[in-house]
């Protein structure tokens, strides 16, 4: 045991300088096979950004995952490059690279804050971002779906796809002269998933704000 003891430190040191060779050979492995693909890397290891993507990588577990800002949208990804670029690519694919009609989006917003406005107990204006969502993910659905729910049926909307419409549409789009306002959370709120989302404004996964609730204002307000 006390030989055993002896060693634990030298032990600890080579482990600590694997682990930080391993993390600076990984990091410019990764960084160089992203610019030639056109794509910054900034950040540093376990931390990368790629955009307003954020790659947290845990050497220990030798996993990475992945957040479109402060929103996961996956985990677990074997860490090796082409996975991971993989996987970088088909969450950039999937939130930044879709179609949508800009005043269509903002048309079915403006209804699903009014039907989230008289489900709520208040009916005041200014209504949860989260409820919003969740009536918007509905009225994406296809008839299909509505008449008969399933699994097979559902139209995926995800959060990193919503709060990237959002900034993207919010500011360009109105519903019959009305605009989206974005109220920023309380602490107690930012910390809660149910009753915020994370709403990037900025090039950087953390150029943004924690949002709790929006409403409809006349543009001749603003």
């Known amino acids: 045991n006390e030989r055993l003891t002896a060693v634990l430190p030298a032990l600890g ?5 694997a682990q930080a060779r391993l993390s600076y050979e990984f990091g410019a492995s990764l960084r160089d096979r992203l610019a030639a693909m056109g794509l910054p890397l900034g950040g540093r290891p ?6 307003r993507f954020e790659i947290l990588v845990s050497f220990l577990n030798r996993t990475a995952t992945i957040r479109y800002g ?14 991971l670029i993989k996987a970088y ?11 949508e009609d800009g005043q269509r989006w903002i048309d079915q917003l403006y209804t699903a804050w009014q039907i989230a406005r008289r489900k709520s107990e208040k009916g005041a204006a200014r209504v949860s971002i989260i409820d919003c969502y969740y009536e918007l993910v509905l009225l994406r659905q296809s008839r299909s779906f509505n008449s008969s729910p399933s699994k097979r049926s559902f139209t995926d909307y995800t959060r990193a796809q919503f709060v990237h419409d959002l900034d993207r549409f919010a500011p360009r789009f109105s519903h019959q002269g009305q605009r989206v306002i974005l109220h920023t959370a309380t602490k107690a709120q930012a910390e809660n998933a149910n009753r915020s989302l994370w709403v990037i404004t900025g090039a950087g996964p953390h150029d943004g704000q924690y949002v709790a609730d929006l409403e409809f204002v006349a543009s001749a307000l603003f």
């Open 13 to 17: 040191e080579a482990l600590d300088e």
């Open 46 to 51: 376990p931390q990368f950004q790629v955009g």
């Open 70 to 83: 402060k929103i996961q949208v996956t985990s677990g990804i074997r860490l090796s490059l082409d996975p």
């Open 89 to 99: 690519q088909d969450a950039a694919r999937s939130i930044e690279g879709r179609d």
